[in-house]
């Protein structure tokens, strides 16, 4: 069931967030813009984080409608409760440890896929935890966590690896799994541990 709640997600996403902007263009002035629909480029779309979007394309009159474009299998993995981003036509979203996919948001094609190999570079360190819940998008680029504790920024052209910066010290027990928040050419990231702290750290681009 899971697996194919995330699978319609994905394709009503598609359906609602096509996207007209180019994707260098996502900076402060696009992510205080709540009247343009066009991107989805943040966790909740703009600053305000409303998770609202203005598109009145699908509405009560026509939504019965609505039917299945495309879908995608997504591989079995610990959580795929991630929020995806569409910008500039593709969607973009990140499952189990901080995968990170690019998909055509018309044709659901599938345009690049990057796999921080969490679990290699943590190794008996890796810690246990909820899994990404979303990723950020800034100026063309794509900025993920990954519990290991890394800050990975990617090229969103083509998913190359830009750089990665490990935010935590060799014995510290915390983790990444929310999404980093971009503003002002910055990269803000919180860092978990169980239910019981939370840290920030900043990151300057």
């Known amino acids: ?55 009145r394309q699908i509405n009560d009159g026509n939504i019965s409608r609505l039917g299945l474009a495309w879908y995608y299998d997504l591989p079995q993995v610990a959580s795929v409760f991630s929020a995806p981003l569409a910008v500039d036509g593709v969607l973009y979203f990140a499952i189990g440890y901080s995968v990170v996919h690019a998909m055509d948001a018309k044709s659901g094609k599938l345009l690049w896929r990057f796999d921080p ?11 246990p935890a909820w899994g990404i819940r979303g990723i950020a998008f800034w100026q063309g680029n794509v900025y993920t966590g990954t519990q290991d504790g890394r800050l990975i920024a990617l090229d969103a052209l083509d998913g190359k690896l830009i750089w990665s910066v490990q935010t935590l010290q060799p014995n510290d027990d915390r983790y990444i799994t929310g999404p980093p928040w971009v503003f002002n050419d910055k990269v803000v990231i919180g860092h978990g541990r169980g239910f019981q702290s939370r840290a920030r750290l900043c990151h300057r681009l």
């Not at 902007?21 to 813009?33: K, P, S």
């Not at 190999?117 to 810690?127: F, H, M, S, Y």
């Open 117 to 127: 190999k969490v679990a290699e570079v943590a190794g008996k360190r890796l810690r």
């Open 1 to 55: 069931m899971t697996q194919r709640i995330a699978r319609l997600m994905l394709a009503l996403s598609a359906a609602l967030m096509a996207a007209t902007a180019a994707a260098g263009d996502i900076d402060n002035r696009a992510l205080a813009n709540e009247a343009d629909g066009a991107n989805w480029a943040s966790y909740g779309r703009t600053f305000s984080e409303n998770h609202f979007s203005p598109l």
